[in-house]
């Protein structure tokens, strides 16, 4: 049996849709950001829906002190064919997603049942694949493509190992157990 998690209620706000969000965190843009529900935001979680649209799947859990930024990257205008500017990018989280404390993502895409470490760095523009694994202090340099059923660690990161067959039915059962485990405190 997993451990149930007790929060206190008054540091939460709870959605109708089960979105559970710690007052000590930065929402921006909300009108941007779209969330399935039942998902938990813990402290100091910043999320910019401000620079760009926002896609969010159910059953993601981002813990302490993550960035959850869209990515950029350069372009030019019809106004102004030679200047460059900066394009801000969509990010999309899919279903059963796990960040651990203190990464900053910048990805544009991150797959179902994906766990991404502690002290991590996603850069600009990455791609990570379903079932995939990133371990603690990686960092994905920009326009990395992480494949499904991938292991990939290190500073850069790079790919270490398959993941297993069961990964996917371990990460949504452990994420289910995890949000149905985090109740208010009596």
């Known amino acids: ?46 999320l910019r829906g401000d620079l760009a649209k926002v896609s969010i799947g159910k059953y993601l859990v981002v813990h ?25 990018l969509p990010l999309m989280i899919s279903d059963y997603v796990e960040i651990e404390s203190s990464s900053i993502i910048q990805a544009t895409k991150i ?9 991590c760095y996603i850069s600009h523009r990455c791609v990570i694949g379903e079932n995939s694994i990133i371990l603690d202090d990686s960092i994905l340099p920009p ?28 990460q949504k059962q452990k994420l289910i157990n995890f949000y149905k485990n985090f109740m208010p405190k009596s």
């Not at 302490?64 to 801000?88: A, D, N, Q, R």
């Not at 797959?111 to 002290?119: M, V, Y």
């Not at 500073?155 to 993941?163: C, G, K, N, S, W």
Request: proline share 5%.
């Open 111 to 119: 797959g179902t049942c994906t766990s991404i470490g502690k002290n």
């Open 64 to 88: 302490e002190k993550v960035t959850l930024k869209p990515s950029y990257t350069y372009g030019y205008t019809k106004e102004s064919p030679t200047k460059k500017v900066i394009k801000f």
């Open 1 to 46: 049996m997993d451990a149930i998690i007790q929060y206190d209620k008054s540091e939460f706000h709870e959605t109708s849709s089960g979105i559970k969000i710690s007052k000590k965190s930065i929402i921006k843009g909300t009108e941007q950001i779209n969330v399935s529900g039942r998902c938990i935001f813990f402290n100091d979680v910043i």
């Open 143 to 170: 326009d990395t493509v992480v494949p499904a059923n991938s292991v990939f660690g290190g500073r850069p990161a790079v790919y270490i190992a398959e993941t297993p067959e069961s990964t996917a039915i371990i």
